[in-house]
């Protein structure tokens, strides 16, 4: 008998994962994969049930997705601590701010405004890779590029490497999913 079972459900018109393992017997948990919320469920559980969880999780993470976009000041403030760290405090972005509209890259910087936006996308992920696409865009201010000049200032964060293969394999993933029939 399988131990798990992953199959892809819609709730309210949107997809939740649904993984359903033997070994669970209660408890209901939930992540976020690539923006789709995805539930860990024990095998039995029945679908008025899986969508009832289903419910309960989005409304949860919603809020406290809501309380975590208040936060431009925290990013603002975490590029200035690092950029006092691997830039020695030179830099001074204006502005540092989430974008929902910024979909298809992960950050821009405006070095006439001196702005920097990062994509709404990342606030889900690990706090290593959103630290070092702020990085990226804080070496823009200094150096436009992506030349050897650059790569050196980029090179001071030392995930730069890994958060740039974690960010490919994202979008890897992503194009993968559109490209497949729903199960
Ligand atoms: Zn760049």
């Known amino acids: 008998m399988a131990q798990q079972a992953?199959?892809?459900?819609q709730?309210?018109?949107?997809d939740v994962i649904v993984l359903r393992s033997a070994r669970r017997t209660r408890t209901v948990s939930a992540d976020m994969v690539n923006g789709t919320l995805r539930l860990r469920a024990p095998l039995r559980l029945s679908r008025r049930e899986v969508e009832k969880h289903a419910r309960a999780f989005r409304q949860r993470l919603q809020s406290r997705q809501s309380a975590a976009s208040s936060s431009d000041a925290?990013?603002?403030e975490r590029a200035q601590?690092?950029?006092r760290r691997y830039f020695g405090a030179a830099l001074n972005p204006s502005s540092v701010a989430w974008s929902t509209r910024q979909l298809k890259r992960w950050g821009s910087t405006s070095s006439?405004?001196?702005e920097i936006r990062l994509s709404a996308r990342l606030r889900q992920m690990p706090s290593w890779v959103v630290d070092a696409v702020l990085v990226h865009e804080l070496a823009h201010l200094?150096?436009?590029g992506h030349g050897p000049r650059f790569q050196e200032l980029v090179g001071r964060y030392p995930r730069t490497a890994e958060a740039d293969a974690f960010l490919a394999g994202v979008t890897w993933a992503e194009q993968q999913g559109s490209s497949q029939p729903d199960l």
Request: proline fraction near 5%.
């Open 81 to 83: 601590e690092l950029s």
């Open 6 to 9: 992953e199959t892809r459900i």
């Open 11 to 14: 709730v309210d018109g949107e």
């Open 112 to 114: 006439a405004s001196q």
């Open 142 to 144: 200094i150096e436009p």
């Open 74 to 76: 925290a990013l603002l």
